[in-house]
T-cell receptor, first 112, second 110 residues
Framework: NAGVTQTPKFRILKIGQSMTLQCTQDMNHNYMYWYRQDPGMGLKLIYYSVGAGITDKGEVPNGYNVSRSTTEDFPLRLELAAPSQTSVYFC???????????FGPGTRLTVT | EDQVTQSPEALRLQEGESSSLNCSYTVSGLRGLFWYRQDPGKGPEFLFTLYSAGEEKEKERLKATLTKKESFLHITAPKPEDSATYLCAVQAGGSYIPTFGRGTSLIVHP
């Protein structure tokens, strides 16, 4: 099992550009999450999904969009990149029976 | 609103010097309290889940305990490889979404 994988590992965007952060899990987990982590600020929830076709906003959804067409994949879309979106992004998944989360290795995004 | 506060923000220990990290929480009906370890440049890695006051879990030099208001992560005779940021998270009853604390950065000097 690969667990949770994320691509790319690093990315530099110019202001106004768009990109998609990819996330895939192979544990057949229903729940998936996107977080951003800024220095000293902990993990902030952006969007989450309880299953294919179902998504909902978290604490900081502005400037982002998600989709969940399959159980395995949960991509995060940035439409018009802004410097405030410079951060490290983590995807996580969670099984229906166990409550702990499994995290991917993260994507470090810089917007200049 | 669910809240999770971790202290201290940073902790420096000498190898072999035991200590504890604190996670205090306010939540309506605790469903679970989680400890994660995060190494620099990596995603958090699950350590423990605690469900009810009085519960304890152990793994190598780490022991997590839980009361009705807080959890402690005790580190016994730490080694430099225990250096990491330790994150605490809580799930309230009826919710599967955890609330994370800001973490404690632990550095263990040889």
């Amino acid at each position: 099992n690969a667990g949770v994988t994320q691509t790319p590992k690093f990315r530099i965007l110019k202001i106004g550009q768009s990109m998609t952060l990819q996330c895939t899990q192979d544990m057949n987990h229903n729940y998936m999450y996107w977080y951003r982590q800024d220095p000293g600020m902990g993990l902030k929830l952006i969007y989450y999904s309880v299953g294919a076709g179902i998504t909902d906003k978290g604490e900081v959804p502005n400037g982002y969009n998600v989709s969940r067409s399959t159980t395995e994949d949960f991509p995060l879309r940035l439409e018009l990149a802004a410097p405030s979106q410079t951060s490290v992004y983590f995807c996580a998944s969670q099984g229906a029976r166990s409550n702990e989360q499994y995290f991917g290795p993260g994507t470090r995004l810089t917007v200049t | 609103e669910d809240q999770v506060t971790q202290s201290p923000e940073a902790l420096r220990l000498q190898e072999g010097e035991s200590s504890s990290l604190n996670c205090s929480y306010t939540v309506s009906g605790l469903r679970g309290l989680f400890w994660y370890r995060q190494d620099p440049g990596k995603g958090p890695e699950f350590l423990f889940t605690l469900y009810s006051a009085g519960e304890e879990k152990e793994k190598e030099r780490l022991k997590a305990t839980l009361t009705k208001k807080e959890s402690f992560l005790h580190i016994t005779a730490p080694k430099p490889e225990d250096s990491a940021t330790y994150l605490c998270a809580v799930q309230a009853g009826g919710s599967y979404i955890p609330t994370f604390g800001r973490g404690t950065s632990l550095i263990v000097h040889p």
